[in-house]
């Protein structure tokens, strides 16, 4: 065991007498005080159908330490639903929430001297949260994912909660009359578990398990069905392991770790979030990681899930498909993948797979063979320009045209966009941009599920581009690029964009432009001001104060480094 751990609080004799009286308070006996303490980081709350189903699987984690012969200290820690605060000015909390939890487990492993942790998490930002702890910490640890809901069902078809926003522009369109938008609403959401497509949660779930940091298939089983809590007992046994070992996430969350979970996403067809929350987790560990490494592992990586949003089926049926294991033996067998990079288990990723077959099976078409991909790129692509000079995420699957150059219509919130959309005021050909809604502007960056769905419901998805400083849902998609960098609040260019000037959106190129000449642009510059933040006060003016462009993940730590 490490010295700087569990010797401070259980050894070292009499001058440990106090801490060992207090830990016989909460359930330490004599022959307790020579195991390791693991914490257990439990998301749990009725807040969100994505959590609600945690405390189940962190009582099971208990008793996989204790039977593993380790001692559980429970602990909790916040979540909010991002589904539940879209739209609204809540939703500002949600980023922010990721750094509340990293601060929180951090605070308590180290706090606690604690010599391991296991993090059971649910809700988006419960994933890269625990992550960045994690990686700060650096003690044995692993990650446990609630799992998804199981889809709602409607007049024959699987619903997600995105099914509910994109009712809304449909019901606004003239498309759907208002039973079947209140159909829709009472049926998206069934039970337990997160949002059902290869949406944020998901996606980072299956992230981690590419990573090493969660156990083999558990990122995609069902939050209740019974693998789900056998597979977090397992969890918490794997991990007194690693402690014993010491495996250490350092040894784990390596660049080759990080590359694998970049192919991995590319090729389920993941949430444009990865991008920031993988650069933020990177950061926490020391990896050298950039914005532009996602564009070159997208173009060899094909994307091999026919996955929701943009496709047909939700995370179950990727489950029982072959789940994350068969792609990446996919992406193994074809050079895509580091075989060699450690996993928690102490086996590494290449001998985890060793028994999947190369091929999925035949009589699912979830997942496509290698050969016949849904795409023969990835979908999340790196635009830049002079209106994205550190970058931007764009989201490629589900559009049939990568290119557009339209008038801009310009609005300084979502809810203003929003309302014209309803309103019928945005039309085919339209750039629409979204600003002052970016790490700082906003401040905490929010998700665009509203208008997004709302442009698709109205059957615009493919002629309207919607470019935000803000972010996107995972169950965003249609011709939209987000986190434009740098943001509005800092005199980004898209600061400077006019109503009706030219954008143009070219994924074929790369391309995020604003056609307006160079001296124009200068004139604008010049007579800008910054807007007076939005909050000065509480965790909004905190985290405006300190967090990083989105380029480098909208960390709250990097000017600490530099």
């Not at 160079?518 to 604008?524: G, I, K, Q």
Request: hydrophobic share 40%; net charge negative.
């Amino acid at each position: 065991m490490p010295d700087n751990r569990r010797s401070q609080v259980v050894t070292q004799g009499v001058q440990r007498t106090p801490n060992r009286a207090m830990l016989r308070a909460v359930g330490f006996g004599d022959n307790d005080f020579s195991k390791p303490i693991v914490g257990v980081a439990n998301g749990y709350s009725t807040i969100t159908p994505c959590n609600m189903g945690l405390d189940t699987l962190a009582k099971r984690a208990e008793a996989g330490i204790r039977q593993a012969g380790a001692m559980p200290q429970m602990f909790g820690t916040i979540t909010i639903s991002d589904g539940i605060s879209m739209g609204t000015e809540g939703m500002k909390y949600s980023l922010v929430s990721r750094e509340v939890i990293a601060d929180s487990i951090e605070t308590v492993c180290n706090g606690q001297s604690m010599d391991g942790v296991i993090a059971i998490g649910g809700c988006d930002k419960n994933m890269p949260g625990a992550m960045i702890a994690i990686a700060r910490i650096n003690i044995p640890a692993i990650f446990v994912y609630g799992g998804t809901i199981k889809p709602g069902h409607h007049d024959g078809k699987d619903l997600t909660v995105v099914s509910a926003f994109e009712a809304v522009g449909e019901y606004s369109a003239g498309k759907l009359s208002e039973e079947n938008l209140l159909a829709v609403e009472r049926n998206a959401c069934p039970g337990a578990g997160s949002c059902g497509g290869m949406f944020t949660a998901n996606t980072m779930s299956s992230a981690f398990e590419a990573m090493g940091m969660s156990l083999m298939y558990s990122s995609t089983m069902a939050a209740e069905d019974a693998e789900k809590a056998d597979s977090a007992e397992k969890s918490a046994a794997t991990l007194v392991n690693a402690i014993r070992q010491q495996i250490l996430p350092s040894q784990i969350l390596t660049r080759q770790a990080f590359e694998n979970a970049i192919a991995v996403i590319m090729a389920v067809g993941g949430s444009t979030n990865s991008v920031l929350h993988l650069l933020a987790i990177a950061h926490a560990i020391g990896v050298e990681l950039v914005i532009d490494d996602f564009e070159t592992i997208r173009r060899r990586v094909p994307v091999l899930c026919d996955l929701k949003p943009s496709g047909r089926y939700v995370a179950t049926d990727f489950h029982q498909a072959g789940g994350v294991p068969q792609v990446m033996k996919m992406l193994l067998d074809r050079g895509l993948l580091h075989g060699d990079a450690l996993t928690i288990t102490g086996q590494t990723v290449a001998e985890l797979l060793t028994d999947i077959p190369a091929e999925p099976r035949a009589d699912q078409d979830v997942i496509r063979p290698f050969d016949t991909p849904l795409y023969p790129q990835g979908h999340l692509g790196i635009l830049k320009g002079n209106l994205a000079e550190e970058g931007s995420v764009a989201k490629l699957t589900g559009i049939k045209k990568r290119q557009i150059t339209g008038p801009a219509r310009v609005f300084e919130s979502e809810e203003d966009c929003l309302k014209a959309i309803l309103d019928k005021k945005i039309q085919a050909g339209d750039v629409v941009v979204v600003r002052y809604e970016g790490p700082k502007g906003g401040p905490g960056m929010r998700e665009m599920l509203a208008p997004t769905s709302a442009i698709i419901g109205a059957g615009l998805g493919d002629s309207v581009g919607l470019i935000t400083d803000g972010r996107f849902s995972g169950g965003t998609y249609g011709m939209v690029v987000g986190h434009v960098a740098p943001e509005a609040a800092v005199g980004g260019t898209i600061a400077l964009v006019e109503e009706g000037d030219a954008i143009t959106i070219d994924a074929e190129h790369n391309l995020l432009q604003l056609n307006v000449p160079e001296e124009e642009l200068a004139r604008r510059r010049a007579a800008w001001t910054p807007k007076p933040p939005n909050y000065t006060r509480g965790i909004l003016g905190k985290f405006a104060k300190l967090v990083s462009t989105s380029s480098r993940g909208a960390v709250t730590d990097l000017d600490l480094f530099e």
